[in-house]
Structure formats: C-alpha cells, structure tokens
C-alpha cells in the first residue's frame, strides 16, 4: 500500500491516459459502424463483402497493427494517435456486424407504415430504424467498450501510456501490487463505461424501461 500512496499521481494520470484511449476509439467505431452497418443492410453482396472484411480485420493482432500504424500514417512509434485508429478499426470491424443485424431486425412491416404516414428515406431511418435497433445497438456498443479498454493495455508495450504500464513494469520487477493495480484499474474503467452506456442508451431509449408502456 505505501507503493499505491506514494504513486497515486501516476497511477491517476495513466487512468486518465487509458480512459482517453479507450472512449475515442469507441466513439468512433460506433459512428462509422452505422453507415456502413446500413450499407451492408441495404445491398446483399455489399453485406458479405463488409462483414467478411470486419472479421479478417479484427483477427489482426494488435500488437502488431499498433507497431505498423506509424508506418501506414506517418506518425511517431509512441504517439497516441497510433493506438487510437488502430483501436478504431477493431471497435469498427466488432461493431459492423452489430448494426447490419440490429438494422436488419426491424420488422418489414414497420417500415412500411412507416413510409405510409410520411416518413421517407432519412427520416425514416432516424425516426423508426434506428430507435427500433437501439436496443441491439446498445448491447454491441457495451461489447466493444468492454474489449476496447482491455486491448489500450496492449499500447504499454510499445511505450504508449495506460494502466498496461503497470502490468508491464511489475512483470519485469515481479512486484505483484503493480500489475494489481493495472489490472483492477482496468476493470474498474470497463465497469464505469459499461454502467455509462447503459444508463445513456435508458435516457435516450426510455421505451425500452421495465414497464414503460
């Protein structure tokens, strides 16, 4: 314990650091999964094409992909910026399948009363496709922010700063208390986004409560 007070800066500061690294990727997975997810929805060999491409892709090992990034892009071995695309694309290829089947589950039927009472196109896909898929959506979206913050450990491993560090650091000095506090420092941050995202997808989809009507 003397180890954890004396290094509670640190220790808050990769937190910190994790947190970043594991929201953005997260966020931006989510939102180019949708697009494609519906593209994939609308045109049959489009489908196979993007979810056989988002499973090749996420058999990728990280750490192999956050060693090439900077080569693909141009930047630094140890910018964050690495981590970040590279965790873009696995949240990317995790997510894609999860919209083209929450899109695809929305009954047939639906859409067309939908399109009946005036909804068309866009709109329709924003007032009755997507709040009708929420549900799935959200439930992929828990998935890939779970395996989101687990894969940011990775990133330790080629000098870019997370709870990994801890792991690690402690490995090489055999101190057990380190990788501890990487590994509960970890779960705790899967945990408060997971409990976030349920609590976002219940403000933003209140049909979906217990006995709402």
């Known amino acids: 314990m003397t180890w954890l007070l004396a290094n509670l800066d640190q220790v808050a500061q990769y937190a910190l650091q994790h947190l970043v690294l594991a929201v953005l990727p997260t966020v931006i997975g989510a939102a180019l999964s949708l697009p494609l997810g519906w593209l994939a ?11 056989s491409a988002s499973g090749l892709l996420y058999a990728i090992p990280s750490l192999p992909l956050f060693i090439v990034m900077p080569a693909l892009i141009g930047t630094q071995i140890l910018d964050p910026i690495n981590v970040v695309l590279a965790l873009s694309l696995y949240a990317l290829a995790l997510m894609l399948r999860t919209s083209a089947d929450a899109l695809a589950s929305v009954d047939a039927d639906l859409r067309l009363a939908a399109t009946a009472v ?16 929420g549900p799935v959506l959200l439930a992929g979206l ?6 989101t913050v687990s894969l940011v450990t990775v990133g ?11 792991f690690v650091d402690g490995y090489q000095r055999g101190f057990a208390l380190e990788i501890a506090v990487g590994v509960v420092g970890t779960v705790v941050i899967a945990l408060a986004l997971d409990a976030l995202i349920v609590l976002a997808g219940r403000a933003l ?9």
């Open 118 to 133: 005036g909804f068309a196109g866009w709109q329709r896909f924003w007032g009755v496709e997507l709040p009708t898929a």
């Open 41 to 51: 929805n609308r045109h049959r060999v489009g489908r196979g094409v993007l979810l």
């Open 142 to 147: 828990r998935v890939v922010s779970v395996s």
């Open 205 to 213: 989809m209140p049909w979906t409560r217990k006995g709402a009507r």
């Open 156 to 166: 330790a491993l080629v000098g870019v700063q997370s709870l990994g560090y801890f």
